[in-house]
C-alpha cells in the first residue's frame, strides 16, 4: 500500500539560508499534518491543511511557511535558517476525523550547520 | 499548552519481562491513541481508545483507558528485542498532541 512519501531524506543547510520540505500524502486523505521533532523530544505538530486550505496551526515559526497544492502534496518552507532548527520533520496524512490514526512519512532530518 | 505526561521516561527490561507505560492528563481526553517509533524511525499508529474503562489487545500488546479518561496504559507482556523503540500516547483532536513518550530498551 502507498505510504506517505517524504522528500528528501536527509538535507544540510548554513545559517540563514532556505529550505523546502517535499511531503506527498496517501491518496484520498484529506488532511496533511507537519510535525518538527528534536531529539529525545515528542513531535511537536506546526501546520496542517484539510483540503487544500489551512486548517490549524501550532508552534510554527514566522520564518516558516506551508501549503497544499492542487495534487494535495504539501511543501514547508523554512527560510532564514538557525541552529535550532536542525531536527526531524515528519508530514502526516489521515482522513481528517478524530476517529483515525495518522500515517506518518519517514521524515526529513535537517542539519543546519 | 497542555502536555500529556508519560512515566516512565525510559524503561529497560530484559527479554521475556512485562512491561507498561502509563500515560497522564490534568484533563479528561476525548481519546487516546498510541504511537510505536523504533529508534531512527517515525512513528507507527498502534490503536485508539475512546469509551471509558476500554481496553483492546493486539497479541502481547494490552491498551487500556482509564474510567474518568484522563490516563491510559500500554502494557506488553514478555518483551521481545522487536518491541524497542519509544511508545507515545497521543490525544487527537484535530490534531495529534503528543506524550512525553516511553523509551523502551530490551536486552537479549
Known amino acids: 500500500a502507498a505510504g506517505v512519501i517524504q522528500s528528501p531524506r536527509h538535507l544540510i543547510k548554513e545559517k540563514r539560508e532556505t529550505a523546502t520540505l517535499k511531503c506527498y500524502p496517501i491518496?484520498?486523505?484529506?488532511?496533511v499534518y507537519w510535525y518538527q521533532q528534536g531529539p529525545g523530544q515528542d513531535p511537536q505538530f506546526l501546520i496542517s491543511?484539510?483540503?487544500?486550505?489551512?486548517?490549524d496551526k501550532g508552534s510554527i515559526p514566522d520564518r516558516f511557511s506551508a501549503q497544499q497544492f492542487s495534487d494535495y502534496h504539501s511543501e514547508l518552507n523554512m527560510s532564514s535558517l538557525e541552529l535550532g532548527d536542525s531536527a526531524l520533520y515528519f508530514c502526516a496524512s489521515s482522513l481528517g476525523s478524530q476517529f483515525y490514526g495518522y500515517t506518518f512519512g519517514s521524515g526529513t532530518r535537517l542539519t543546519v550547520v | 499548552g497542555q502536555q500529556v505526561m508519560q512515566i516512565p521516561q525510559y524503561q529497560h527490561v530484559q527479554e521475556g519481562e512485562d512491561f507498561t507505560t502509563y500515560c497522564n492528563s490534568s484533563?479528561?481526553?476525548?481519546?487516546i491513541q498510541w504511537y510505536k517509533q523504533r529508534p531512527g524511525g517515525h512513528p507507527v499508529f498502534l490503536i485508539q481508545l475512546v469509551k471509558s474503562g476500554e481496553v483492546k489487545k493486539q497479541k502481547r500488546l494490552t491498551f487500556q483507558f482509564g474510567e474518568a479518561k484522563k490516563n491510559s496504559s500500554l502494557h506488553i507482556t514478555a518483551t521481545q528485542t522487536t518491541d524497542v523503540g519509544t511508545y507515545f500516547c497521543a490525544e487527537n483532536t484535530d490534531k495529534l498532541i503528543f506524550g512525553t513518550g516511553t523509551r523502551l530498551q530490551v536486552f537479549p
Open positions: 491518496p484520498r486523505h484529506d488532511t
Open positions: 491543511f484539510y483540503e487544500k486550505m489551512q486548517s
Open positions: 484533563t479528561t481526553l476525548s481519546n
